[in-house]
Each structure stands twice: as structure tokens, then as C-alpha cells.
């Protein structure tokens, strides 16, 4: 292996850093965006309740 | 440093993301659990397959047939926080304290005080990978 070939394995990893850097960011920026409701206890009854009356 | 991340590559991330919600066999479909710091507080079921395809970077959950779970603890509680798991409750997706709130969070509830038999609807929620990073 020459010297140049060597000096070019030593920095490989510098120049890789960049694009892992980007692959990194890219996996950590999955979103999640959700949206719900409660449904309180005492209000399904009621619901309940009106639709036996209904 | 910024960059672009391509629809193609974002569909994919966000495809082999859902996809992990139905491995396993455990349980019909994958689970997202409210959670109120470590303690569950309701387990909503999901559908299986979970999300339908990826599109421009964002897949949607399924929500035919009501997402939803019941608060099984006693009492009141105060969800801050959510879990999303495969059908064997392996954690896929772990949300911190603040994850879960009434405005600004990852899921917005109508309320995140809740008790006992109180029951908690997911109406929507999306999966996505942003286009550009920072």
C-alpha cells in the first residue's frame, strides 16, 4: 500500500461523516402527528341511555 | 447543513416504518399506548395492516372501525406521553414526556386528564419523513 493510499483510509471516515451525518437526521426525523378525543365515562351512558329510549 | 430527501425515499422510509407495527402475532394489530410517564393508562389496537401506503412522505393510520382504548387505572390520571408497538408489544416508536398533550405535541387529545372507563379515540394520525432536513 503506497503512502497516498494510506493518507486516503485515514481520512475515509472523515469524509464519510457528511452523508452518515445526513442518514442520521433523516432516521430520526420520522414525524408523528396524531390527533383524538376522550369520551368521558358518565357521557357514554347518557349516550347509551338515550339510545334505549330512542 | 441542509438537504432534500426525495419523495421515493421518503414513501420508502415511512413504508418500512409502518411496516414494523404488524410483525408479530401476539395481538390482532399493533398498539399505541397512552401513557401517563411508565404506567399505561389505555391501550388502543390497531388495524393490520396499521397504515395504508406511504404518499409524499406521510402514511395514515387506518381508522376504520374506531381507534380506541379504554383508561383501565383508577382514579384520574394525566397522560403525557405515548408508545407505539407491534402486535407482540415490541416498542417500534417511544414518545417522551410532553408527546401527548392538548395542543403542540406529537398527539393532540381533547383532554389528557382522564378517568377510570373514560375511553380515548384516536381520530387521526400520520406517519412522515420530512422532505428537508436541517
Known amino acids: 500500500m503506497s503512502e497516498n ?9 472523515e469524509i464519510l461523516t457528511p452523508a452518515l451525518e445526513q442518514l442520521l437526521e433523516a432516521a430520526v426525523q ?3 402527528s ?21 | 447543513m441542509t438537504y432534500t430527501v426525495s419523495d421515493p425515499a421518503r414513501n420508502a422510509a415511512v413504508n418500512a ?3 414494523l407495527f404488524n410483525v408479530g402475532s ?3 394489530g399493533g398498539q399505541i399506548l397512552m401513557r401517563s ?10 388495524n393490520n395492516p396499521a397504515f395504508g401506503a406511504s404518499s409524499s412522505g406521510s402514511a395514515a393510520m387506518d381508522t376504520t372501525g374506531t381507534i380506541q382504548g379504554t383508561v383501565t387505572p ?11 408497538s407491534n402486535r407482540d408489544g415490541t416498542t417500534i416508536i417511544d414518545g417522551n414526556a410532553g408527546s401527548v398533550a392538548t395542543s403542540g405535541a406529537d398527539i393532540n387529545l381533547s383532554s389528557v386528564v382522564v378517568n377510570q372507563n373514560d375511553v380515548i379515540q384516536l381520530t387521526g394520525l400520520t406517519i412522515s419523513v420530512p422532505s428537508t432536513g436541517p
Open chain 1, 5 to 13: 493510499e494510506f493518507k486516503v483510509g485515514e481520512t475515509g471516515p
Open chain 1, 30 to 32: 420520522v414525524r408523528v
Open chain 1, 34 to 54: 396524531g390527533e383524538g378525543v376522550v369520551l368521558r365515562a358518565g357521557q357514554i351512558v347518557k349516550q347509551d341511555d338515550q339510545e334505549k329510549q330512542e
Open chain 2, 17 to 19: 416504518v409502518t411496516a
Open chain 2, 26 to 28: 401476539a395481538n390482532p
Open chain 2, 37 to 46: 410517564s411508565t404506567t399505561t393508562i389505555a391501550t388502543l389496537q390497531m
Open chain 2, 74 to 84: 383508577s382514579g384520574s390520571s394525566t397522560i403525557d406521553r405515548f408508545r407505539m
